[in-house]
């Protein structure tokens, strides 16, 4: 089983940078992808970003393409998402995942493991 801490979210301003991490524990850390998701209260939790094992492919959403990158440092457990440019709707409980099934990069359904959410808020 994998553990996960999600910290790093705030309150930021429009257009500002922020940076979640992931610290992770747990058998074979290394070989599950990773994800994070976000959720606002009312709606379904939606993917926002993929990165696989070991690390070399990623995969984002639409709304988080060209802003947002998604890494992992497998030597100390943790996963990162970098977030630039940021805007009033990523505004978000933002979670990170683990998983080991095929599918979508994406779909909820294929990650095992959560973490318990990190607050993002943006204002305008």
């Known amino acids: 089983q994998v553990q996960l801490v999600e910290s790093g979210g705030g309150s930021v301003q429009a257009g500002g940078s922020l940076t979640l991490s992931c610290a992770a524990s747990?058998?074979?850390?290394?070989?599950?992808?990773l994800g994070w998701f976000r959720q606002i209260p009312g709606k379904e939790r939606e993917g926002v970003a993929h990165?696989?094992?070991?690390?070399?492919?990623?995969y984002y959403d639409d709304s988080v393409k060209g802003r947002f990158t998604i890494s992992r440092d497998n030597a100390k457990n943790t996963l990162y998402l970098q977030m630039n440019n940021l805007k009033p709707d990523d505004t978000a409980m933002y979670f990170c995942?683990?998983?080991?099934?095929?599918?979508?990069?994406?779909?909820?359904?294929?990650?095992?493991?959560w973490g318990q959410g990190t607050q993002v808020t943006v204002s305008s």
């Open positions: 747990g058998y074979a850390y290394s070989t599950y992808f």
């Open positions: 990165i696989g094992a070991p690390g070399t492919y990623t």
């Open positions: 995942a683990a998983g080991r099934d095929s599918g979508f990069p994406l779909n909820k359904d294929i990650y095992d493991y």
